[in-house]
Every structure is written in C-alpha cells, then in structure tokens.
C-alpha cells in the first residue's frame, strides 16, 4: 500500500512539474497577450522586444511605435505583461540569492581583478576613462577574449559584442591574446560581433540591435563593449547650447545599456575619453567627459593612466560596494597581465 501511495504521489508530482512547464512557457510566448498577432509579435522581436520583461518595462510611445499600434493597445499590452510577471517588490534575502548568478570576468590581471571585487560583473556598467595608451581599448580587447572562458576559468561561455566608435578594433590582437590562452583565434573571432559606429545615431541603433541578437538569432551574448562611448556625442555636440540635447540624448543610449544589462545579465564595458580642468591648481585635473548622466549610470568607475614602462595604474574612483582603491598591471605581447614581481 506505502508503496501505491508513493507511486501515486510521484504521477501527480510529474503532472504538476508539467502544467507548471507549460504555465511558464505561455507566459513567456508574445502571441499569447491579447491583441498581439504574428506580424505584430514579429515587429517586437525585431525591434527588441523578445520576451515578456521587456515589454513589460517598455514605455506605450516604444511600442507604438514598434508594432504599429495605438497608444491605448500598447498600455494594454505593457499590463497584460506586468500582470504576468512577479514586477514588484523583493527582499534584501532574495536579491542575495539573485547575486549568487553574477559572472565576474576576469580581466587577465590578478590585481585589477580584485579591484573591481573578482572581476567585471555581469549585470553591470564599467566605465574606464584615461588618456590615450592607458589600456582602455587593450582591456577591451582582452575581455573580447575572456569572456569566452569557461567560468571556472573567468570566462562567461559567452560571446562579445564590440561598437567601435572610433576604429580601435584590432583582429590580430585578438588573435594574438586568444594563442596566448590556448584557444583557438578563429573560433574566438568568430564569437566577437563587431559593429563600427560612424555617428551618434548609429551607434545608439547598434546597441538596440543587441536585443535581437539575443532573441531573435539567440547568441549567448555576455559582453557588450562600446570603445568609446563619448567619441561621437562630443564631435557632434559642440558648445554649452547643445549640452542638453547631448546629455539626454546619452541619458537614452545609457538606459538601453542597462537595461540589456539587467535583464539579460551581460557585462558592459565602456571606455571614455578626458579632459583637462584649467581651474585645477593642485592634484590631477583629469576628468572624465559626460558628466553626472554618465557617472551615475556607471556601475564601476576607473581611472587608468601609464605607469612606468608597460605598467598602468587603474584606481576605482566609484562602486557601490567596494572601496577605493588602485592596482598596477601591465600590457605585454600576451595581453593584461600582473606585474611581473
């Protein structure tokens, strides 16, 4: 009889395991939220809006204009996926656990690794500003690389996707950083996606066009470069009468980022350029451009300068949890590396 009871227990378990299945599957398809058919489910794909969470995060102006939609129906749309969804409040408890998924990447080096608290999270936005050859562009290309890497290793099983603003991509480099690693070049250039931004426009559209990547081509996309992020918007906004255009303009091409970020759990990495304080009389009086949009968007924040020889100097300058700190390391034929000792 214990025996029947067991078996009985175990058939309803595996119904319920099903039905529970099938509930999430249908809550996750498009096509299923009233008033959105195949063209329309389509049009949202493409646009980005590939599953329930972004619809539900998105503004009824976004999908009207997407779908081809009234106003009215895209509100209903957005409802219908926010009261499918568990959109509200979480404890401190469950947004631990939720850290618990975080990938940190490593960045080649020991020391700039924990830095930043065991590597680039996913998730997140690091911002590195300096001056020209003070490794921005050659950690890029390193975390191109990495985030190929198994995790037990600092990788991600993931591929890359670069914006290149300003022609800085460099196959043979990666090449060269991915014979260093044992791994096979072709097949890491083959998982980085390079995209070269020739304006402002472009290069918000291209980050956009991540969203169908991932949903419509379904690549494991775990890293988003933008290299650099200001390049455009301070060449194509001059004077202090643009200024409010530009920054809101940055304010909507640092949302999407975010956003990608969060919900899809990638790393971001940006690098910035700097300018100079002529009212600054003592310390350094670099600084970084963008102003407060771009701090307060920025996830990490650090500041890299040359050291002596290959060496450089990274210190973080902002994190919401660690504290400030500085880290040498340097670049050699095989990439970012620990200071020889």
Do not use: C, W
Request: aromatic share 4%.
């Amino acid at each position: 009889m214990g025996r029947k009871t067991e078996t009985q227990v175990k058939a309803v378990e595996e119904v319920l395991e099903k039905s529970e299945e099938k509930t999430v599957k249908k809550e996750l398809e498009i096509e299923d939220i009233p008033g959105v058919g195949k063209v329309a489910a389509e049009k949202l794909r493409e646009s980005g809006f590939g599953n329930m969470i972004s619809i539900a995060v998105a503004s009824p102006s976004q999908l009207s204009e997407t779908a081809g939609m009234s106003e009215a129906s895209a509100r209903k749309v957005i409802n219908f996926a926010r009261n499918n969804l568990s959109i509200g409040f979480e404890s401190g408890e469950e947004v631990l656990t939720k850290r618990e998924n975080v990938i940190k990447l490593t960045t080649g080096s020991t020391a700039l690794d924990n830095l930043l608290g065991g590597g680039v999270e996913t998730g997140s936005i690091l911002e590195n500003f300096g001056a020209f050859g003070s490794a921005k562009s050659q950690i890029a290309h390193q975390l191109a690389v990495n985030v190929q890497l198994p995790k037990n290793k600092g990788g991600a099983n993931g591929m890359a996707v670069f914006i290149d603003t300003e022609g800085t991509f460099r196959p043979e480099r990666i090449k060269q950083m991915a014979e260093a690693l044992d791994l096979d070049s072709k097949t890491v250039l083959k998982n980085i996606k390079i995209a070269r931004a020739y304006n402002s426009d472009h290069q918000m559209i291209m980050a956009e066009k991540v969203d169908e990547l991932i949903n419509v081509e379904k690549l494991p996309i775990k890293l988003i470069i933008v290299d650099s992020l200001m390049s455009h918007f301070r060449a194509e906004f001059l004077g202090r009468g643009t200024l409010a255009e530009r920054q809101q303009k940055l304010n909507k091409h640092l949302h999407t980022l975010m956003k990608i970020a969060d919900v899809y759990g990638i790393a971001v990495y940006v690098t910035n350029q700097v300018m100079a304080k002529p009212d600054m009389f003592f310390g350094d009086p670099t600084a970084p451009i963008g102003g407060h949009i771009l701090g307060h968007a920025s996830t990490f924040r650090i500041y890299l300068r040359k050291g002596k020889g290959s060496t450089r100097v990274a210190k973080l300058v902002d994190a919401p949890n660690l504290p400030d700190g500085e880290a040498v390391f340097q670049i050699i034929n095989e990439g970012v590396r620990d200071v020889d000792v």
